[in-house]
């Protein structure tokens, strides 16, 4: 929909209104990002090695940020050890699964 059609069909009033209700329930990719990352992050603590990695992971560890004053830092080693966990408990799962 375009600007100049929103602005039609739209009050300010109610556009003020869809604002607060996606701040509160976002709407779109969003919301579909953070359903992915519930699913990930479920996978990724069902098949983590408690000795390796003895805290679960959290959702924003596994959901996409598009805020990037939002995301954490990490060096390159960090994020290498974080990317190798997680293909270790991948390829346990998958293993399990065979055997």
Same mark, same amino acid.
């Given at each position: 929909?375009?600007?100049?059609? &929103?602005?039609? /069909?739209?009050?300010? *009033? $109610?556009?003020? $209104?869809?604002?607060?209700?996606?701040?509160?329930? *976002?709407?779109?990719? /969003?919301?579909?990002?953070?359903? +992915?990352?519930? #699913? +990930?992050?479920?996978?990724?603590?069902?098949?983590?090695?408690? @000795?390796?990695?003895?805290?679960?992971?959290?959702?924003? /560890? &596994?959901?996409?940020?598009?805020?990037?004053?939002?995301?954490?830092? /990490?060096? *390159?080693? #960090?994020?290498?050890?974080?990317? @190798?966990?997680?293909?270790?408990? #991948? @390829?346990?799962?998958?293993?399990? @699964?065979?055997?």
């Amino acid at each position: 929909m375009s600007i100049s059609r &929103c602005q039609r /069909e739209i009050s300010s *009033p $109610e556009f003020a $209104e869809w604002i607060a209700f996606d701040r509160l329930d *976002p709407i779109g990719r /969003e919301r579909e990002d953070r359903n +992915a990352g519930l #699913v +990930a992050m479920m996978i990724a603590n069902a098949n983590r090695d408690p @000795k390796a990695h003895p805290e679960a992971f959290g959702i924003d /560890e &596994c959901t996409i940020h598009y805020d990037r004053a939002a995301i954490r830092q /990490e060096s *390159p080693g #960090v994020m290498a050890a974080k990317i @190798k966990a997680f293909l270790g408990a #991948v @390829k346990n799962s998958l293993s399990k @699964k065979k055997g």
